[in-house]
T-cell receptor, first 115, second 113 residues
Framework: NAGVMQNPRHLVRRRGQEARLRCSPM?????VYWYRQLPEEGLKFMVY????????ESGMPKERFSAEFPKEGPSILRIQQVVRGDSAAYFC?????????????FGDGTRLSIL | QQPVQSPQAVILREGEDAVINCSSS?????VHWYRQKHGEAPIFLMI?????EQKGHDKISASFNEKKQQSSLYLTASQLSYSGTYFC??????????????FGTGTLLAVQP
């Protein structure tokens, strides 16, 4: 009865490296959302995906950030050429359907630190 | 566009009650309430839909005033385990196919023995 699984829990990268964050939704959920949380701040929407489709990426920075949710395997949030400002907790959430009345269940997050 | 929560922080003694408000300047379809403890994932509490409904489970309940675009979370007879930061997440009316949530500014609740 696994919930939303994210890995790694902690990730350290040097400036200019790439970061890959993985998210496996709850069983039976095909909708995935990524949120970013800066220290002492709220959650900011980044992207909403269904299997093989990006539905809404209005919260994604235009450069260096990309997301995918392939037919098989976890959803991946990829950050290229990381900078210090990318340091944050990245949370993934999933829901069974995409309507606004569906609860989103969150994973434990990935804490990204940039040296 | 970000919903505003009030108060920003509240300190309670065990057994006391609290109300947390979430106000939006946009027409809302739904309001979701979450509690997050430091360093942990947000935990889903409940959803309220437009139409002005009230929900509750155990000693935590919430209401949604569609006219004011405001939701309130009621915590009665607070317990130590209620401590954490409470966030409202809102989905907008006419938001189309997206279920993205716009989260509020957060309310830090500390329950003391």
């Amino acid at each position: 009865n696994a919930g939303v699984m994210q890995n790694p829990r902690h990730l350290v990268r040097r400036r200019g490296q790439e970061a890959r964050l993985r998210c496996s939704p709850m069983k039976g959920h095909s909708h995935v959302y990524w949120y970013r949380q800066l220290p002492e701040e709220g959650l900011k929407f980044m992207v909403y995906l269904q299997k093989e489709n990006i539905i809404d990426e209005s919260g994604m920075p235009k450069e260096r950030f990309s997301a995918e949710f392939p037919k098989e395997g976890p959803s991946i949030l990829r950050i290229q050429q990381v900078v210090r400002g990318d340091s944050a907790a990245y949370f993934c959430a999933s829901s069974p359907r995409g309507q606004g009345a569906q609860p989103q269940h969150f994973g434990d997050g990935t804490r990204l630190s940039i040296l | 566009q970000q919903p505003v929560q009030s108060p920003q922080a509240v300190i309670l003694r065990e057994g006391e009650d609290a109300v947390i408000n979430c106000s939006s300047s946009k027409a809302l379809y739904s309001v979701h309430w979450y509690r997050q403890k430091h360093g942990e994932a947000p935990i889903f509490l409940m959803i309220l839909l437009k139409g002005g409904e009230q929900k509750g489970h155990d000693k935590i309940s919430a209401s949604f005033n569609e006219k004011k675009q405001q939701s309130s979370l009621y915590l009665t007879a607070s317990q130590l385990s209620y401590s954490g930061t409470y966030f409202c997440g809102t989905s907008l009316l006419g938001g189309g196919a997206t279920n993205k949530l716009i989260f509020g500014t957060g309310t830090l609740l500390a329950v003391q023995p």
